[in-house]
């Protein structure tokens, strides 16, 4: 099975900061792989899909890049309205691993 | 627009068992797979498997093998999971989901099992 590292597991970022959120897979996942946002007690909502795609009506300030078994999602200026738990997902062969999630915190 | 209705929390006892329920609307229901995640108290997710709702195949992380079922019923364009020998490690939050990249959520559905 595809193990999936995710890094760091809390961070705490102020207003307009630039973050960037790590998931290294346990062999190459080529690319796929997605990012969700999870707010509390809420469903997690996909923002970037096939590592670099941001999905439909997610801010331009969320972006994902990476290949092989390194991928990264950005948050380019840190608004309020990210607080929340992040979580990578890899999918490759129609099995599914998650990231164990970071907690994002406005400072 | 795309809808996956969960049915209600559940409280059940230990070794007993537990079928949920995922209503799709909004979408052509045969088109997409739909896939169950778990995610435990304190956030961890994990994904359980997935049916195909146009030929009944179905696909499981290895670890749910012998702890859950899915099913659909085409008729009421509904997706079913049941939890069988439930202990306390299965007291969580469940989804469905739909499509590769998991694009639409369920509300989620909170399993306690507790005597």
């Known amino acids: 099975d595809i193990q999936m590292t995710q890094s760091p597991a809390s961070l705490s970022a102020s207003l307009g900061e630039t973050i960037s959120i790590e998931c290294r897979a346990s062999?190459?996942?080529?690319?796929?792989l997605a990012w969700y946002q999870q707010k509390s007690g809420k469903s997690p909502q996909l923002l970037i899909y096939?590592?670099?795609r941001l999905q439909d009506g997610v801010p331009s300030r969320f972006s994902g890049s990476g290949s092989g078994t390194q991928y990264s999602l950005k948050i380019s200026g840190m608004q309020p309205e990210d607080e929340g738990d992040y979580f990578c997902?890899?999918?490759?062969?129609?099995?599914?691993?998650f990231g164990a999630g970071t907690k994002l915190e406005l400072k | 627009q795309v809808n996956l209705l969960q049915s209600g929390a559940a409280l059940v006892k230990p070794g007993a068992s537990v079928k949920l329920s995922c209503k799709a609307s909004?979408?052509?229901?045969?088109?997409?797979?739909i896939h169950w995640v778990k995610q435990s108290h304190g956030k961890s997710l994990e994904w359980i498997g997935y049916?195909?709702?146009?030929?009944?195949?179905?696909n499981y992380n290895e670890k749910f093998k012998s702890k859950a079922t899915l099913t659909v019923d085409k008729s009421t364009n509904t997706a079913y999971m049941e939890l069988s020998r439930l202990t306390s490690e299965d007291s969580a939050t469940y989804y469905c989901?739909?499509?590769?990249?998991?694009?639409?959520w369920g509300q989620g559905v909170m399993v306690t099992v507790s005597s």
């Open positions: 989901t739909i499509r590769y990249y998991f694009d639409y």
């Open positions: 909004g979408y052509t229901f045969t088109d997409y797979y």
């Open positions: 049916i195909n709702p146009n030929s009944g195949y179905t």
């Open positions: 062999e190459d996942i080529y690319s796929n």
């Open positions: 096939a590592a670099n």
């Open positions: 997902l890899q999918g490759s062969k129609f099995m599914y691993t």
